[in-house]
Nanobody
Framework: EVQLQASGGGLVQAGGSLRLSCAASGFAFDDVTIGWFRQVPGKGREGVSCIRISDGTSKYIDSVKGRFDISSDNAKNTVYLQMSSLKPEDTAVYYC??????????????????WGQGTQVTVSS
């Protein structure tokens, strides 16, 4: 059974940092792309960053480039999202998700088949 467990959210002041973790199980970890998405109440879910585990290729949306860093620890089947210089507009519930579509690499959520539960990130001004 594919499982994704997101953790690491919390309350932080603007300018601070948080590291989110996505622990994966139930599948071959090097055969997947893991994405991080976020959602604010009343708005659609937004793709933030993704990483292709097999070669470490990553992608970010413009608003987080230079502030967020996605990485993986293949020995632990875990993907991390290091978030720095956080802004109040980064406040959201963050989700990790997995896609096994080898021909797709991106942040369109329709391609992601498996989702973890969310973790709340709140950035105070």
């Amino acid at each position: 059974e594919v499982q994704l467990q997101a953790s690491g959210g919390g309350l932080v002041q603007a300018g601070g940092s948080l590291r989110l973790s996505c622990a994966a199980s139930g599948f071959a970890f090097d055969d997947v792309t893991i994405g991080w998405f976020r959602q604010v109440p009343g708005k659609g879910r937004e793709g933030v960053s993704c990483i292709r585990i097999s070669d470490g290729t990553s992608k970010y949306i413009d608003s987080v480039k230079g502030r967020f860093d996605i990485s993986s620890d293949n020995a632990k089947n875990t993907v991390y999202l290091q978030m720095s210089s956080l802004k109040p507009e980064d406040t959201a519930v963050y989700y990790c998700a997995a896609t096994f579509e080898g021909d797709y690499f991106g942040l369109n959520q329709v391609w992601y088949d498996y989702w973890g539960q969310g973790t709340q990130v709140t950035v105070s001004s």
